[in-house]
C-alpha cells in the first residue's frame, strides 16, 4: 500500500506497517518502446538482437579470467553440489529455449536437465526434492502456468531459478536466483529477441555451472566466453541478408503447410521456426527432428510442401543431408538453411540460405534468425497483423 502525498509517499504493508520498498532500476529507454524506422514491433525487435545480445553478455563475463558471473544466481558451491537434477519448466517460445538449455547444460555441465511444459509439469507429479532445482524461463515473468509450475516445485523443496525478461515481475520475486534477460521491452507478440536472450542466459549458466560441478576447464571456458562474445556481429551478418528473406517469402507465402526439419541442438529451432510461422501468418506448420521424419510425416512431403532443413555444418551435418535427399526423393520444395562456403548443398537443394560458420553450441542463435525473418516477411506478405495476431495475447496471466 502506498500513500502518495504532494511531498512525497510512504509505503506500508497491509497490516499497515511502513517499509523501506526495494528499489530496482528499470535501464529500459522509452525510445526502445516506439517502432521508429520499422514498419513492426517484431520487425524492430528482430533487428535489435546484437544489440540485445550485447547488453545480456554486459558485464557477465570477465575477459582478463575468462570466467562468467551470475550476481543474481546466487550460486554457491554448496549450492551446486547439492543439485542433481534440474528441471526447465516454461511455455511456448521460452519452452524451446529451454530444449536448447537442455543440451547446453548437459553438455556443458553435465548435470541432468529435464524440459517440461510448465501447463503439464503442474499437473503431473514430478519428482522433485531438496536436491532439484526448477528453472522457469519466462520473458514475461507472469505466464501463470509457468509460476505455478515454480510454487508447486518449491512446496516440494525445490531450487527456484529463473531466467526472466520483466525485471521485478514475480517469477523473478518468487525466485531464489534470476538471470535477467535484458532484451529490454518486447512488444510484438510473437517472442524474437526474448528466445535469443534466453539462449545466451542459457549458455553462460551452463558455462557457471560447469565451473562449479568441475566439468570444464579453464581453458575450456576460455574458449567458450571467447566464442559468445563474437555472436552479436555473428547475428548482425545474418540481418544484412534481409531482403534474401523477402525474395523468399514472395515465393511461397502461398503455401498452405510448411515442415521444419533440424537435428541435435537445432530440433528446437526447427520447432520454434514452426511456431513463429503458424503464430503471425497462420500457415500450418510442423517441426521435426529429422530422424523421425521417416517414422510418419514423410507422408506429407509432396510438390506443394516447402521443407526448410537446418543443414548447417555440425556433427550431424551428413545425417542431414541425408534427410534433404529424402525430402527431394518424394518430390519437395527444400530450403535448406546451410553454412557459407557449403557449396555442395546447392546440388541438394532448391533454394539455400547461408549462414555464417558459428560455433555449434551457439548456432541454435544464428540458425533462428532467418526463420524469424521469413515468417516475418510470410505473414506481412498476407497481410496478417503481425504484432497482434488474432486469438494470443503477449502475456498469459490465466490458466
Ligand atoms: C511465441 C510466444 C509464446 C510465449 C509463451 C510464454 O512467440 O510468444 O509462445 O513464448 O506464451 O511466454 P513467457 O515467456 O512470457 O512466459
Known sequence: MAVVTRGGYRVMDLDGQEFTPQVHTIAWDPVSAVKGEYKHFMQKEIFDQPRA????????????????????????????????????????????????????????????????????????????????????????????????????????????WAIVNAIGSQSMRLSDGSIPMHAGPEIGVASTKAF??????????????????????????????????????????????????????????????????????????????????????????????????????????DEAMPVLAIVTKDALYDKMVSQVQQAKARGGIVIALATEGDEAIRQEADYVIYVPQTPPLLAPVVNVIPLQLLSYHIAVRRGADVDQPRNLAKSVTVE
Open 53 to 160: 545480445i550485447i547488453d545480456t553478455l554486459g558485464g557477465r563475463i570477465d575477459f582478463e579470467n575468462g570466467t562468467v558471473h551470475l550476481p543474481e544466481m546466487n550460486l554457491t558451491p554448496d549450492l551446486v553440489a547439492q543439485i542433481n537434477k534440474l528441471f526447465i519448466v516454461a511455455c511456448g517460445t521460452s519452452y524451446y529455449a529451454g530444449l536448447v538449455g537442455k543440451y547446453l547444460i548437459e553438455t556443458i555441465a553435465r548435470l541432468p536437465v529435464e524440459v517440461e511444459y510448465a501447463s503439464e509439469f503442474r499437473y503431473y507429479n514430478p519428482i522433485v526434492d531438496n536436491q532439484t532445482a526448477v528453472l522457469a524461463i519466462t520473458q514475461s515473468g507472469e505466464t501463470a502456468d509457468t509460476l505455478a509450475a515454480a510454487e508447486q516445485a518449491r512446496s516440494q523443496g525445490a531450487t527456484l
Open 196 to 301: 535469443t536472450t534466453s539462449l545466451v542466459d542459457l549458455y553462460l549458466l551452463a558455462c557457471a555451472l560447469g565451473t562449479l560441478r568441475g566439468t570444464i576447464s579453464q581453458r575450456d571456458l576460455r574458449r567458450l566466453t571467447d566464442d559468445v562474445t563474437h555472436l552479436p556481429s555473428l547475428v548482425g551478418r545474418v540481418l544484412e541478408r534481409d531482403s534474401e528473406y523477402q525474395t523468399l517469402a514472395d515465393q511461397y507465402y502461398k503455401a498452405r503447410n510448411f515442415l521444419f526439419l533440424g537435428r541435435g541442438i537445432n530440433y528446437p529451432i526447427a520447432l520454434e521456426g514452426a511456431l513463429k510461422l503458424k503464430e503471425i501468418s497462420y500457415i500450418h506448420a510442423e517441426g521435426y527432428p529429422a530422424g523421425e521424419m521417416k517414422h510418419g510425416p514423410i507422408a506429407l512431403i
